[in-house]
Nanobody
Framework: QVQLVESGGGLVQPGGSLRLSCAAS????????MGWYRQAPGQQRDMVAT???????NYADSVKGRFTISRDNAKNTMYLQMNSLKPEDTAVYYC???????????????WGQGTQVTVSS
């Protein structure tokens, strides 16, 4: 069974930094693309950043220059370094993995359980 587990959320003051991690566990052969999404209360879930297996990245305009996405393909792990955090970054952050190939099946998209990030003084 394949699952994604996020970690690294918490409470941070404006201007501070956090690093989120997303580890995919199970008998995984490959993952095409991974990404971070966030959802604030009463809002839709929005894309924050994505990264392909060859390292091509894409960011939401609101986080460009402040957030950095990366991944370690050998460990099936993805990271989100968040700097210069603002109160409007407060949300539940979810990781997602697309086209997850295992030795038994292909998962089109998997979601993690989410981790809370709160930016407040």
């Amino acid at each position: 069974q394949v699952q994604l587990v996020e970690s690294g959320g918490g409470l941070v003051q404006p201007g501070g930094s956090l690093r989120l991690s997303c580890a995919a566990s199970g008998s995984i052969f490959s993952i095409a693309a991974m990404g971070w999404y966030r959802q604030a209360p009463g809002q839709q879930r929005d894309m924050v950043a994505t990264i392909t297996s060859d390292g091509t990245t894409n960011y939401a305009d609101s986080v460009k220059g402040r957030f950095t996405i990366s991944r370690d393909n050998a460990k099936n792990t993805m990271y989100l370094q968040m700097n210069s955090l603002k109160p409007e970054d407060t949300a539940v952050y979810y990781c997602a993995a697309d086209s997850v190939r295992t030795y038994g099946r292909i998962y089109s998209r998997l979601w993690g359980q989410g981790t809370q990030v709160t930016v407040s003084s």
